[in-house]
């Protein structure tokens, strides 16, 4: 689901491609019920259908999903020409009712024997400034190293991608890591948790991203590690080549998160 090494790090950070980029996709914050299905669909069908991991189901909708799915911002990015969902993420945010089990992230409780950084724990940390990204997926028609023929059907009948909409399909998986750094920022949430196999945080270094590891060996689904990376200090040791695509996501879930939290509020008040 990410770039496969230094030299394909390179050439998806290339002007063109990234040019491309903002210009065949767009980023949704799920405000309604159907947007975030759409995430939840596109989960089950990487998570459960694919990787056949053991989550949470429901089988009548065919949705991947879980407690946490309350407590979360959730982001799709969808192509544009097709309207296919390519990939999508969520950012769970703790409660601040210490009564509440959703005053944990879930990092803490999955982790809670494993969490050994000196420093860097989430239980010290303000509530309001802490958030955990998870259920990144990016649909298989989206992985330019998925042998399936690039062809999907979708409402507008059989969608043939072109190999110029193939050399974008690499910064899905950067645009994801942009949506969280993007949500926390404008979310006021300073420091970002998340669960990773190693390779992961070792191939997003290369564009820049650079994780701390704040655990020893988690299970859940297969080995994982806890890792942790402060937004500010993650915004200035990005690649510059990325800062336009990060301010282009930006500027597009900004004003979204002000209608959401807005129709949060009307509703808490009615």
């Known amino acids: 689901m990410v770039p496969q090494g230094r030299k394909q790090t390179k050439r998806l950070l290339e002007h063109d491609v990234l040019s491309l980029f903002l ?7 799920a405000k309604t019920p159907s947007e975030k299905n759409r995430a939840l669909q ?15 189901e429901d089988k009548t909708n065919e949705i991947e999903t879980d407690e946490y799915d309350e407590y979360s911002l959730h982001c799709l990015i969808e192509h544009k020409r097709s309207g296919l969902l390519a990939g999508c993420m969520r950012l769970i945010m703790p409660v601040t009712d210490p009564k509440s089990k959703f005053n944990k992230l879930p990092v803490e409780i999955q982790g809670a024997k494993s969490l050994n950084h ?8 303000s509530k309001l400034e802490i958030c955990e ?4 997926a990016i649909s298989k028609e989206f992985r330019s190293h998925h042998k399936l023929k690039k062809e999907k059907k979708s409402g507008l009948g059989v969608i043939k991608f072109t190999l110029e909409e193939e050399r974008t399909f690499p910064v899905i998986a950067i645009a994801l890591f942009l949506c969280t750094y993007s949500l926390a920022i404008l979310s006021g949430k300073h420091h970002v948790f998340a669960m990773m196999e190693p390779r992961l945080p070792r191939l997003l270094a290369l564009s820049g991203f650079y994780f701390t590891q704040v655990s020893d ?54």
């Open 42 to 56: 596109l989960r089950h069908d990487v998570f459960m259908k694919e990787f056949n991991y053991k989550m949470k």
């Open 217 to 270: 060996a988690i299970e859940h689904h297969g080995l994982r590690y806890a890792y942790y990376i402060d937004h500010t200090k993650a915004e200035k040791e990005m690649h510059t080549e990325l800062m336009p695509l990060y301010i282009h996501i930006r500027d597009a879930l900004a004003p979204q998160l002000k209608e959401l939290l807005s129709t949060k509020n009307s509703s808490s008040i009615a």
């Open 23 to 29: 210009n065949e996709y767009k980023f949704v914050l």
């Open 118 to 125: 000196q420093i860097i724990h989430p239980s010290i940390m």
């Open 133 to 136: 990204v998870s259920r990144l």
